[in-house]
């Protein structure tokens, strides 16, 4: 009795240091409503091991090892607090008190991490563990019984009357565990039954959390003989609805054993959730440290050289340099910032070459922080089950869109979709949402319920020229047979790339094929004899730093994308009648945004914007034809980079692009001669 009255005295010490108690009297005050009569008072705790182990260890090695035993020591120093300063008159048992310990953080040791990986799960004490995982199901928020009230049958008892029987909720009970009819008087043995006008109900969320690994599966790369098993975490009352659907999480909780016969659940109460994301590397090899000196005196060239260089493997340098090129930005820019606004560039590839695109696509994949690859055969967005958990509520299960959150979803070949599929596809990629249908009847609901879900992910496709789709808007100048997509769909992706060798289709297939059969014959070895090679790993290294960097546009740059938008939109508004979005600024300042980081700046110049008005250019043209600005159909790399004058050629052919852009701004945008200085 002395251990537990000292281990009392320290609690007591703890929520008086900690300002606890202030915040338990704070609490109280909402329970003084005469008109309100419940069974059990809810209070949330927020425990700081480590000021506990300051306190009193023996009690902060409770806490950590028995957390049942230690709620019950905090539940009586609250009841005593409570009757001591006549905070609520309404409790009168100790029983009433329902604490919740809200644990900030565990000790960083091996101890208290759970591995999803780690098996088996059940063996030891059931005590707080942190995990950290992504979340790839949830459920909607039902209820559940915090705690109930119940009477002994026997008048002549004392407990017919009164608190004295109080069933409150324990990690890992059921709800048959809480409001069941076995129960009997723990003075008369008599059954007891449920006051159930003092039932109180909370709110409850099933999650289902994973292997932030378990993610490799879906990248299509070399597929790997271990299997994920998901873990299910149960989130009660404030913490509902406090994880999104495809987000990384780092979850403390405390694991339980759920008993529904004939079977047992291996499952987590949650105690605290906080967003996570792991550390990538972010530094820059020596490389390209050596590259970026020495292309230092031109804007242009250090993206140049790494797009020649990129994906070797899959195709000769030279070959499809602006796919790279599109491929690299896409990734750089494709990001979440501090304010949680999502950025992202999507991308749709024209090509003949189906093949060679998609092996570029899925090498390219590899580098992003999260890449998922859409089989055409299952889900992209989100899928209803109904829930094992005893609920029976609507469970929604992540596609590979919501999957792939704050990364790469790629699409492959658009052919290989219905008609409803690609309506979805354009739906999603205009409005960024996805909307989830639950019909009530089918779940237990009363109503049907439409559920809306954030898609903040890059979309990569590509759509085969070759099947024709009869437009008749083919004819126009410089526009591209789309095959099976239609050009309200590719007006969603809004950067469409064509893969067109400038020395024609017969000099890249026997490129390609020269690169296949000597890989085939000579593995590993080099196959291009050059001044800087690049391995995969220095540019997962230069992807991931380029990402992190913070830019901001300048004056030049935003003069040159505001004139270009407003020039193109009224050109080709009178002559084509296309009108030009508001997404079309975004997706020049995009794409600036991203050359600029991939040339690892932080301030983005007007020669950024040169390269987002050739792209942007580039791909309008080929949805809707040309228009009075005209560039050639390669602009960004137009000349070939393999001998040693290319890179000064490039420059001076981009210098010449850049004043055109400069006359059409001038001729074209309203108002453009105040800040457009015709030369």
């Not at 409001?179 to 969320?205: A, H, T, Y």
């Not at 797009?307 to 602006?322: K, R």
């Amino acid at each position: 009795m002395a251990h537990i009255l000292s281990l009392k005295e320290s609690v007591l010490v703890y929520l008086d240091r900690s300002g606890g108690l202030q915040k338990l009297a704070e609490d109280c005050k909402q329970f003084n409503d005469p008109q309100q009569m419940e069974a059990v008072y809810r209070f949330c705790v927020s425990v700081n091991p480590s000021d506990v182990l300051e306190v009193d260890p023996v009690l902060g090695d409770c806490i950590l090892r028995y957390p049942l035993k230690a709620t019950a020591l905090f539940q009586s120093v609250c009841f005593l607090a409570i009757k001591t300063l006549s905070l609520v008159e309404k409790i009168h048992t100790e029983s009433q008190v329902n604490v919740i310990l809200k644990l900030t953080h565990l000790p960083p040791f091996p101890e208290y991490m759970l591995d999803l990986c780690s098996f088996p799960r059940g063996y030891g004490p059931m005590r707080p563990v942190s995990m950290e995982g992504l979340v790839i199901a949830m459920t909607r928020v039902t209820k559940y019984t915090q705690g109930a009230r119940f009477l002994c049958i026997n008048d002549d008892c004392p407990c017919s009357t009164g608190f004295h029987h109080i069933r409150i909720h324990a990690p890992g009970a059921t709800e048959s565990a809480t409001v069941g009819n076995n129960f009997s008087c723990m003075i008369c043995s008599s059954p007891l039954k449920e006051d159930v006008k003092f039932r109180v109900l909370g709110d409850k969320q099933l999650v289902e959390l994973i292997h932030v690994n378990a993610l490799d599966g879906l990248c299509a790369h070399q597929q790997s003989s271990l299997r994920y098993q998901s873990v299910t975490l149960f989130l009660r009352d404030e913490l509902c609805n406090s994880v999104r659907i495809g987000r990384l999480y780092r979850v403390l909780g405390i694991p339980a054993h759920v008993h529904q016969w004939p079977s047992i659940t291996w499952s987590v109460e949650a105690n605290s959730v906080q967003p996570w994301e792991p550390e990538y590397p972010h530094k820059v090899s020596a490389s390209f440290q050596e590259l970026l000196k020495a292309t230092a005196g031109s804007p242009w060239r250090f993206s140049a050289v790494v797009a020649q260089g990129f994906g070797l493997d899959v195709a000769p340098p030279g070959l499809y340099n602006t796919l790279k090129l599109g491929l690299l930005l896409s990734l750089v820019q494709t990001r979440a910032d501090a304010k949680d606004t999502f950025h992202n560039l999507d991308l749709l590839v024209v090509t003949t070459d189906t093949l060679i695109a998609d092996r570029l696509m899925t090498y390219s994949l590899s580098l992003a922080c999260r890449g998922v690859r859409h089989q055409a055969s299952g889900e992209m967005f989100a899928s209803l089950s109904r829930d094992e958990h005893g609920a029976g509520t609507a469970n929604i299960h992540a596609g590979s869109a919501l999957l792939a959150t704050g990364g790469i979803c790629m699409l492959g070949d658009l052919g290989c979709y219905k008609k409803d599929r690609l309506d979805a596809l354009q739906s999603v990629l205009e409005s960024c949402t996805v909307s989830v249908f639950i019909p009530g009847k089918k779940y237990g609901e009363d109503a049907d319920q439409q559920l809306s879900f954030p898609v903040q992910c890059s979309f990569w496709a590509l759509t085969d020229a070759s099947r024709r789709s009869g437009r008749a808007e083919c004819a126009l100048l410089g526009t591209a047979d789309l095959g099976p997509v239609p050009v309200q769909l590719a007006d969603a992706f809004g950067l469409v790339m064509q893969c067109k060798d400038m020395m024609g289709e017969e000099h890249a297939l026997l490129a390609q094929t020269v690169h296949t059969l000597q890989q085939a014959v000579q593995p590993g070895k080099p196959l291009y004899s050059s001044d800087w090679e690049f391995s995969t790993q220095d540019y997962q290294e230069l992807v991931a730093h380029a990402r992190s960097l913070q830019v901001e546009l300048s004056p030049e740059a935003e003069k040159v994308i505001h004139g270009y938008y407003m020039a193109s939109r009224r050109v080709r508004t009178q002559s084509q009648g296309v009108k030009m979005s508001v997404a079309s600024i975004k997706l020049l300042i995009s794409l600036a945004e991203a050359h600029c980081k991939l040339c690892l700046r932080t301030q983005v110049l007007e020669e950024d914007a040169v390269i987002a008005v050739l792209l942007c250019e580039n791909a309008i043209t080929l949805k809707h034809g040309a228009s009075a600005l005209v560039i050639p159909p390669d602009a960004v790399f137009p000349c070939d980079l393999g001998d040693v004058d290319g890179l000064h050629k490039r420059d001076v052919t981009l210098d010449e692009l850049h004043q055109n852009i400069l006359r059409f701004i001038y001729t074209h945008a309203p108002g453009a001669d105040t800040y457009i200085t015709e030369e």
